[in-house]
């Protein structure tokens, strides 16, 4: 069974840094394409991040690129998204979500076929 379990979020003031955690069980990445998503109140999911299992590249919304980073421990079978330079237009429930299909793309994350409870972060300004 697959199973996502985000950790990390909570409140932290503009300009702040957070890292979460998303710890996978019932897979291994090598098979899966690895993804953050968030959803704020009254509003669509949006893809953050995304990474490939092929060949680690890396994929960012623009809304995050350059304060955001994904990276993975597969020893771990964990997934980490590090947010700096946090806005209070970041404020969202974040979810970690895997694909079997390896489909990459930030536009697909929120498609993906697994996600987790999600984890929340709040930007105060």
């Known amino acids: 069974e697959v199973q996502l379990v985000e950790s990390g979020g909570g409140l932290v003031q503009a300009g702040g840094s957070l890292r979460l955690s998303c710890a996978a069980s019932?897979?291994?990445?090598?098979?899966?394409?690895i993804g953050w998503f968030r959803q704020a109140p009254g509003k669509e999911r949006e893809g953050v991040s995304c990474?490939?299992?092929?060949?680690?590249?890396?994929y960012y919304a623009d809304s995050v690129k350059g304060r955001f980073t994904i990276s993975s421990d597969n020893a771990k079978n964990t997934v980490y998204l590090q947010m700096n330079s946090l806005k209070p237009e970041d404020t969202a429930v974040y979810y970690c979500?895997?694909?079997?299909?390896?489909?990459?793309?930030?536009?697909?994350?929120?498609?993906?076929?697994?996600w987790g409870q999600g984890t929340q972060v709040t930007v105060s300004s």
């Open positions: 979500a895997a694909d079997y299909r390896l489909r990459v793309g930030v536009e697909l994350v929120p498609l993906y076929d697994y």
């Open positions: 019932g897979f291994t990445f090598d098979d899966y394409a």
């Open positions: 990474m490939s299992s092929s060949d680690g590249s890396t």
